[in-house]
T-cell receptor, first 116, second 115 residues
């Protein structure tokens, strides 16, 4: 089975500063994909960034980057230059290749609040 | 515009009644999914379908049923057998491929409250 762990209870960041949201994972699959989603208070899930386990470089998408440390099994999301609209819940997720692991597994999420 | 629609946004039902949540997509995706989200929790997979007229149970299928008669539609029925149905329900779709990067696109969700 695969598992995603997000233990930060809630994060606060000042507008325009950078923030790191932690994610650790566990899987027995040799290959897998890691995802981050944003969920504003309205409820919809918004895809942010993807990292493949064999990708040579850390993924980046605009202000979002993924600090992927394979040996530590961590896939932290870094948001640079935070904006008020970044206030939301953030979910880390993963997908493996074998059986039940081929479905997307989500962590419990982290609440981020951006202060003006 | 392509996307996923879920209706209604809020739904109230009396205990013991079956209720059906709608999910429609015009993205031409083969795969569709239903998730349940409880307060302060992540998403848990209820059912998924990779092709018309076929679907598979997810992690928490008990008390739920689905159908996939059309590629665009994947309705979820919450039956009276579901012991704690009050939750936020999200529908998603994706292309079907062998790679990991099959991004799932989500609908706006339906918040079900059973009184």
């Amino acid at each position: 089975a695969q598992k995603i762990t997000q233990t930060q209870p809630g994060m606060f960041v000042q507008e325009k500063e950078a923030v790191t949201l932690d994610c650790t994972y566990d899987t027995s699959d040799p290959s897998y994909g890691l995802f981050w989603y944003k969920q504003p208070s309205s409820g919809e899930m918004i895809f942010l960034i993807y990292q493949g386990s064999y990708d040579q470089q850390n993924a980046t998408e605009g202000r979002y980057s993924l600090n992927f440390q394979k040996a530590r099994k961590s896939a932290n999301l870094v948001i640079s230059a935070s904006q008020l609209g970044d206030s939301a819940m953030y979910f880390c997720a993963m997908r493996g290749i074998t059986g039940a692991n081929s479905k997307l597994t989500f962590g419990k999420g982290i609440t981020l609040s951006v202060r003006p | 515009d392509g996307g996923i629609t879920q209706s209604p946004k809020y739904l109230f039902r009396k205990e013991g009644q079956n209720v059906t949540l709608s999910c429609e997509q015009n993205l031409n995706h083969d795969a569709m999914y239903w998730y349940r989200q409880d307060p302060g929790q992540g998403l848990r997979l209820i059912y998924y379908s990779q092709i018309v007229n076929d679907f598979q149970k997810g992690d928490i299928a008990e008390g739920y049923s689905v159908s996939r008669e059309k590629k665009e539609s994947f309705p979820l029925t919450v039956t009276s057998a579901q012991k704690n149905p009050t939750a936020f329900y999200l529908c998603a779709s994706s292309v079907l491929g062998l790679g990991f990067y099959n991004e799932q696109f989500f609908g706006p969700g339906t918040r079900l409250t059973v009184l």
